[in-house]
């Protein structure tokens, strides 16, 4: 009986020492990462049958365990990617919010001095000083739409490497993921024996992918984890890896892709299904929050471009010659696939700026038709033919020809931040006079006056000639109620060029276009009592110098709705750009507290399931060495039975 | 029984004084600034809104100065249209006093010396320039001379009989100040002898 009495007491030795180690070990890794909290099952060993009845003969260590819940884990893992989702966005669209923060250095100001620039040229159109700020305080402003330009590439810039170094990461890890499987395959030979800290390690690993890109994982039940992304994608199947790369996308090869090889062939990783983690929150800020910002700044670029230069062309600067271009137009960006077959070039002109989106645009062809697919909402033009105007831009096949399959991605508004300029370097140049000046004759006997007059088309034949007005125009009264229009290109014999035409007294009569629908290309109108034979004349503005007609027109364009289909002014457009990425971040920054109060509750519930309380493994400490010391009791107990015995028979 | 993990415990403190101190952060950044609005993000409307406010504000004050330049330009003219009125003046007593039979040759010669200095003087005002040198009554061209003697007492008129609003500032959204005289109008003929 002694023997098993002390096997017994041997036993619960092991068993106490076992549990010390167990406590021991959960001390020791109390703050290590995905470290689960372990504990020893013990079991009573193979009872012995006498005739007396069953004794026990002792205790045995069963197995090792670590107290995992795979629902709980599995929600920590969930939750906490998409933490590292709004915490990536988060910080990427800060970068946008906090260069938008300061008022004093964003657009705003450029553009508000720019037109007191253009009122005080306005005030004193004839001076030159005045003229010189003007034109400084356009460079300035087109400076600072470069300045945004590049900032927002910068940010591009920034996006394409965060995406390379995420990548290489998720690659370090996956290659360790499939050795910890590797070694875990091995050793799961029992699987009553887990070997509990490498699947510990195992699942840290995974945790660290899962804060890059969200995965799914299917367990097998030879121990190994195999890891896929987005669609079904295997990151790593039992000890084999797939690498993961970033590449310049073969239709945008201004932005990186995701790529998977699997075998020889790389595959591309569709953007959508990356859906939580780092990768996919820089690649969603990528293509919505930085090309939606840098394409409205574009549109401000692009729509006041054109409209102060269309204004601007109306009128009539120093020299007498009409206005030029005063800002250079940004153009479209068009980007051919580069897997396109086809050598076609697309043309893109804007038509009608006020109807330009901020979308990008991609444009297929099937062989039959071209589909052009606005980017934003996926609304799609087909058609045959080109050229082809959508969304006020004109698509043209510059050259060459368009192969079936090929595709482009077009850009109306990307650019223009980067490519608006001032033209207009000469003071002179500054076109703040109207082209004509209607006037009346000094011997003039009714009270009619006409208006100075405004140009509304200076492409207009009547414009043709620097210098003159073709033909020169004589209005006179044949009646207090009726007048005619003559070419007066020779004063001495006027040229009837419409006769008859009834007049109003009591209104405002515009003169041109005529009943006879002659048109010149300008607006006069007549107002006032007027006497039989009394003349006006409508001519070139010759040496008008001290005109501010243009000046005071190119200085509403501040305040008229000319973005957006007329909805707002440049202004409103701009303010509309902070206000959609002010929403962004806020809504970002509110998800990413709401996520992080998540991670905190799941991982209070995990913790409180797996982790380590440092007071509970004092307490066992306490009990395993009680119990090591009862143990030892039995043993010295069955050894005096012993030495008893032998005093005995001496 | 709940079980609490110790480091877990740690965490959860360091996370709430870390959640307290970044609000205290920001309000501190906001009394630094002296702003409500730090980002565009602590309050997108009305941040869009401010940006939409500046620019009323510059329209104002550009509106302001526009009225004070055409204050100033219409101040100018009035001074020389009263000039004009007094030399008028002045020159009719003269001939009224011309009338005077008892005056001899002499004396009406003195007469006629005066009004020939009050004829230049007015067609000196006549041609007035402004701080800029543009002639003030010579409408759009204000770099052609208005009024010129062709011969002696004959005086030709060369701007263009302009109708209202020849220079005007933009006053506000829908109105306009004419900023300078358009020239004469009604002068029949703008010819005059002394």
């Given at each position: 009986m002694g023997d098993v009495v002390l096997g017994i007491g041997v036993s619960g030795l092991k068993a106490a020492q076992a549990g010390l180690a167990v406590a021991g070990h959960n001390i020791a890794n109390a703050t290590t990462e995905g470290f689960h909290r372990q504990s020893a099952l013990t079991g009573t060993q193979i009872p012995q049958e006498t005739g007396a009845g069953v004794f026990g003969r002792g205790v045995q260590v069963e197995t090792v365990v670590r107290a995992y819940s795979q629902f709980l884990d599995k929600a920590l893992l969930t939750a906490q990617t998409q933490q590292k989702y709004f915490d990536a966005y988060n910080a990427q669209i800060k970068q946008l919010d906090n260069m938008l923060a300061d008022p004093t250095s964003g657009l705003s100001p450029a553009l508000q001095s720019f037109f007191s620039g253009v009122q005080d040229v306005a005030t004193n159109p004839s001076s030159v000083p005045s003229r010189q700020q003007l034109i400084s305080l356009g460079e300035v402003l087109a400076a600072r739409f470069n300045t945004f330009h590049n900032r927002f590439e910068e940010m591009r810039?920034?996006?394409?490497?965060?995406?390379?170094?995420?990548?290489?990461?998720?690659?370090?890890?996956?290659?360790?993921?499939?050795?910890?499987?590797?070694?875990?395959?091995?050793?799961?030979?029992?699987?009553?024996?887990?070997?509990?800290?490498?699947?510990?390690?195992?699942?840290?690993?995974?945790?660290?992918?899962?804060?890059?890109?969200?995965?799914?994982?299917?367990?097998?039940?030879?121990?190994?984890?195999?890891?896929?992304?987005?669609?079904?994608?295997?990151?790593?199947?039992?000890?084999?890896?797939?690498?993961?790369?970033?590449?310049?996308?073969?239709?945008?090869?201004?932005?990186?892709?995701?790529?998977?090889?699997?075998?020889?062939?790389?595959?591309?990783?569709?953007?959508?299904?990356?859906?939580?983690?780092?990768?996919?929150?820089?690649?969603?800020?990528?293509?919505?929050?930085?090309?939606?910002?840098?394409?409205?700044?574009?549109?401000?670029?692009?729509?006041?471009?054109?409209?102060?230069?269309?204004?601007?062309?109306?009128?009539?600067?120093?020299?007498?010659?009409?206005?030029?271009?005063?800002?250079?137009?940004?153009?479209?960006?068009?980007?051919?696939?580069?897997?396109?077959?086809?050598?076609?070039?697309?043309?893109?002109?804007?038509?009608?700026?006020?109807?330009?989106?901020?979308?990008?645009?991609?444009?297929?062809?099937?062989?039959?038709?071209?589909?052009?697919?606005?980017?934003?909402?996926?609304?799609?033009?087909?058609?045959?033919?080109?050229?082809?105007?959508?969304?006020?831009?004109?698509?043209?096949?510059?050259?060459?020809?368009?192969?079936?399959?090929?595709?482009?991605?077009?850009?109306?508004?990307?650019?223009?931040?980067?490519?608006?300029?001032?033209?207009?370097?000469?003071?002179?140049?500054?076109?703040?006079?109207?082209?004509?000046?209607?006037?009346?004759?000094?011997?003039?006997?009714?009270?009619?006056?006409?208006?100075?007059?405004?140009?509304?088309?200076?492409?207009?034949?009547?414009?043709?000639?620097?210098?003159?007005?073709?033909?020169?125009?004589?209005?006179?009264?044949?009646?207090?109620?009726?007048?005619?229009?003559?070419?007066?290109?020779?004063?001495?014999?006027?040229?009837?060029?419409?006769?008859?035409?009834?007049?109003?007294?009591?209104?405002?009569?515009?003169?041109?276009?005529?009943?006879?629908?002659?048109?010149?290309?300008?607006?006069?109108?007549?107002?006032?009592?007027?006497?039989?034979?009394?003349?006006?004349?409508?001519?070139?503005?010759?040496?008008?110098?001290?005109?501010?007609?243009?000046?005071?027109?190119?200085?509403?364009?501040?305040?008229?709705?000319?973005?957006?289909?007329?909805?707002?002014?440049?202004?409103?457009?701009?303010?509309?750009?902070?206000?959609?990425?002010?929403?962004?971040?806020?809504?970002?920054?509110?998800?990413?507290?709401?996520?992080?109060?998540?991670?905190?509750?799941?991982?209070?519930?995990?913790?409180?399931?797996?982790?380590?309380?440092?007071?509970?493994?004092?307490?066992?400490?306490?009990?395993?060495?009680?119990?090591?010391?009862?143990?030892?009791?039995?043993?010295?107990?069955?050894?005096?039975?012993?030495?008893?015995?032998?005093?005995?028979?001496? | 029984m709940i079980r609490f993990s110790t480091v877990n415990l740690f965490n959860q403190g360091v996370f709430n004084m870390q959640s307290r101190l970044a609000a205290l952060a920001q309000t501190q950044d906001r009394i630094a600034n002296g702003r409500r609005i730090l980002t565009p993000a602590d309050d997108p409307v009305n941040s869009a809104r401010s940006l939409e406010v500046e620019q009323s504000q510059s329209v104002a004050k550009q509106f302001i100065r526009n009225g004070q330049s055409a204050n100033d330009a219409l101040g100018h003219v009035d001074i020389v249209l009263g000039s004009a009125t007094n030399l008028l003046q002045n020159a009719r007593t003269i001939v009224v006093n011309a009338g005077n039979g008892a005056y001899t040759e002499k004396d009406l010669r003195s007469l006629a010396i005066e009004v020939r200095s009050q004829y230049d003087e007015l067609l000196g005002l006549s041609n007035t320039t402004d701080s800029n040198a543009q002639f003030l009554f010579s409408g759009f061209q204000g770099r052609t001379k208005p009024f010129s003697e062709t011969s002696p007492g004959v005086v030709a008129y060369s701007g263009i009989k302009v109708s209202a609003k020849s220079r005007s500032a933009r006053r506000d959204k829908c109105r306009s100040v004419k900023t300078a005289a358009p020239s004469f109008r009604k002068s029949r003929t703008a010819t005059g002898r002394s």
């Open positions: 810039s920034g996006v394409n490497s965060e995406i390379k170094t995420v990548v290489s990461d998720i690659n370090k890890y996956t290659a360790q993921l499939a050795k910890l499987n590797e070694q875990i395959i091995r050793q799961q030979g029992d699987a009553t024996r887990p070997p509990n800290d490498l699947l510990d390690q195992r699942e840290d690993l995974l945790s660290k992918i899962n804060d890059l890109v969200r995965t799914t994982v299917l367990n097998e039940t030879n121990g190994s984890m195999n890891v896929f992304i987005g669609t079904g994608q295997p990151l790593v199947i039992a000890d084999q890896i797939f690498a993961v790369s970033a590449q310049y996308l073969p239709e945008d090869p201004e932005n990186l892709g995701i790529y998977l090889k699997q075998g020889s062939v790389q595959l591309r990783v569709p953007e959508q299904a990356l859906d939580g983690g780092k990768l996919s929150a820089l690649i969603d800020f990528r293509n919505t929050s930085l090309n939606s910002a840098e394409n409205q700044v574009g549109r401000v670029a692009v729509v006041m471009a054109k409209t102060f230069n269309d204004q601007h062309k109306l009128g009539q600067d120093l020299t007498g010659t009409l206005g030029g271009d005063f800002f250079k137009l940004p153009s479209a960006n068009v980007i051919g696939n580069q897997n396109n077959t086809g050598n076609g070039v697309m043309g893109v002109t804007y038509s009608n700026v006020g109807a330009l989106t901020t979308s990008d645009y991609q444009l297929a062809y099937n062989g039959t038709n071209y589909t052009l697919t606005r980017l934003s909402d996926s609304t799609q033009t087909t058609f045959t033919t080109f050229p082809q105007t959508v969304d006020g831009f004109t698509l043209s096949l510059a050259s060459g020809t368009i192969a079936s399959g090929d595709n482009y991605i077009i850009q109306p508004t990307r650019m223009g931040g980067r490519d608006i300029d001032v033209l207009i370097s000469d003071t002179s140049r500054i076109a703040a006079a109207a082209p004509i000046r209607a006037s009346s004759v000094l011997t003039n006997t009714g009270t009619a006056v006409i208006t100075p007059g405004v140009a509304v088309n200076t492409a207009n034949a009547a414009f043709a000639t620097s210098g003159s007005l073709t033909p020169p125009i004589l209005i006179q009264f044949t009646s207090p109620t009726t007048y005619s229009v003559y070419n007066n290109t020779n004063p001495g014999s006027p040229v009837l060029l419409e006769g008859g035409i009834t007049y109003n007294p009591a209104a405002s009569n515009a003169v041109f276009p005529t009943p006879g629908a002659l048109d010149y290309g300008y607006r006069v109108s007549l107002s006032g009592v007027a006497a039989a034979g009394d003349k006006f004349n409508v001519n070139i503005n010759s040496g008008g110098v001290a005109d501010n007609r243009n000046a005071l027109l190119l200085g509403t364009l501040r305040t008229t709705n000319t973005v957006a289909n007329g909805t707002s002014s440049y202004q409103s457009a701009y303010s509309q750009m902070v206000a959609d990425v002010g929403n962004k971040a806020r809504e970002i920054q509110i998800q990413s507290k709401a996520q992080d109060s998540l991670v905190k509750e799941t991982l209070s519930a995990q913790q409180s399931f797996s982790g380590v309380n440092l007071d509970e493994e004092a307490a066992n400490l306490i009990r395993f060495q009680q119990a090591y010391q009862a143990a030892s009791k039995v043993i010295q107990m069955a050894s005096r039975l012993f030495d008893d015995l032998l005093q005995a028979i001496r | -």
